[in-house]
């Protein structure tokens, strides 16, 4: 599995940005760790995917809630992801999570199977 570490995540009010990063553990970093991918879950609901980059090809993919605002990206040589957050609203109130899989274009929590621990980001109206 490969270790990895969110950070960025903070209070911002509506209509504001937040850029978030996540870091992989270079040891255990390896070419089956295929897919980048961040996730989110808001208060009193389920865990929902938000944005996944390839981690070779850089094919990005995003939820219709978030098109348009966030992008996400990758930097290779450093083993970092990134979600730039345009344009928030209070409904992307949430716990961002990072992940990794070895599935090109996945979207659902079973096929990513290393995870961070999360950092909180807050919008307030």
């Known amino acids: 599995q490969v270790q990895l570490v969110e950070s960025g995540g903070g209070l911002v009010q509506a209509g504001g940005s937040l850029r978030l990063s996540c870091v992989a553990s270079?040891?255990?970093?390896?070419?089956?760790?295929?897919?980048m991918g961040w996730f989110r879950q808001p208060p009193g609901k389920e865990r929902e995917f938000v944005a996944s980059v390839g981690w070779f090809n850089g094919r990005t993919n995003y939820a219709d809630s978030v098109k348009g605002r966030f992008t996400v990206s990758r930097e290779y040589t450093e083993n970092m992801m990134y979600l730039q957050m345009n344009s928030l609203k209070p409904e992307d109130t949430a716990v961002y999570y990072c992940a990794a899989g070895s599935t090109v274009g996945a979207t659902t929590e079973s096929s990513f199977n290393s995870w961070g621990q999360g950092t909180q980001v807050t919008v307030s109206s």
């Open positions: 270079r040891r255990t970093f390896s070419i089956s760790s295929t897919i």
